[in-house]
């Protein structure tokens, strides 16, 4: 018994001196710059919401954080960037809903969407818009599945966006509402909105960032909102399950990842403040603006929502005979 001792003592010692390594390396992070990198353009909402955590970050940090826009190739230009970098929590990605939709429309990705990152933390969900053109005289999303059957040819969808999530949302509602729709596609949301206001097409799902002017200023009717209950600031336009019932709901969604293998400590540290800095009053009223809402969960739980939202894209793919590229 005597010469087993020391050896059970340096088998539960190794774990624990593990963990202090742990700590000590959360406790010295960061001690110089962090990138993060986004795969769009400047000036849209992923970017905004990339220039709040880098701003939030900066001053919580006291070191420099910079945001690297990489857009290319439906963001997988930059995830793979990220998935190649050193897990050391110096190198992260702003995703969006592409990080989980991409899986539904490539053969083969450059990266494992699942396996080769460490989701660190959801920065909010957001719900698209469904519009009508000006001209079509319906008030409610039953009128408008009145006015689709009697329709023989069935009715236009314009699509800011082949396989883009507005794409999936699109195909979604004609698998669950049976209506018979003809999708339209347009490289980017504005031609397609440009389109809808001049009574091109019937129809299209928007972002909310993008609609809302349209439905203020009374171009484009406002028929439904895809959120689960109507949203805070739009209480006067339903949600989509108010008609159809079992809708189910899939968001757009922005999110914090960095490479695979980064030090749990450092993740749990990133997800407390990066949650923190979008609940703060300038992160919530960008949010609120973009229409988006704020969420809080655990990394942990942005990696069950990660696999589980994959599945979802792909259903609705599938149902869809999407061809991936």
Known sequence: MRLNAPRLLLVTAAPLSLMLAGLAVADDYPSKPITLIVGASA??????????VAEGLSQKYDVPTVVDN???????????????SDPDGYTLLVAYTSHTLNASLFHQLPYDPVEDFSPISLL??????????????????????????????????????LGSSLHMETLKFMQESG??????????????????????????????????????????????????????NLDHIPSVNETLSDYPTTYGWFGLLGPAGMDPAIVERLNADVTEIMQGESGADL??????????????????FIAEDIERWQAIAEAGDIEKQ
């Open 179 to 232: 209506v018979l729709g003809y999708e339209i596609p347009y490289n980017g949301t504005a031609p397609a909105i440009a389109d809808l206001i001049g009574s091109h097409m019937d129809v299209m799902f928007a972002p909310f960032a993008a609609a809302m002017p349209l439905v203020e200023s009374g171009d484009a009717n406002a028929i439904a909102v895809t959120s689960p209950e109507r949203m805070p």
């Open 124 to 161: 909010g969900e957001v719900s698209s818009i469904l519009l009508s053109r000006p001209d079509l005289e319906v008030e409610s999303l039953q009128g408008l599945l009145d006015y689709a059957a009697e329709q023989p040819d069935g009715i236009t969808f314009g699509v800011g966006g």
């Open 43 to 52: 000036g849209g909402t992923t970017d905004a919401l990339a220039r709040e």
């Open 287 to 304: 949010l609120e603006r973009e229409g988006a809402e704020p969420i809080d969960i655990s990394a942990e739980a942005f990696a069950t």
């Open 70 to 84: 990489r857009p290319g190739a439906g963001a997988n230009i930059a995830a793979q960037a990220v998935a190649n």
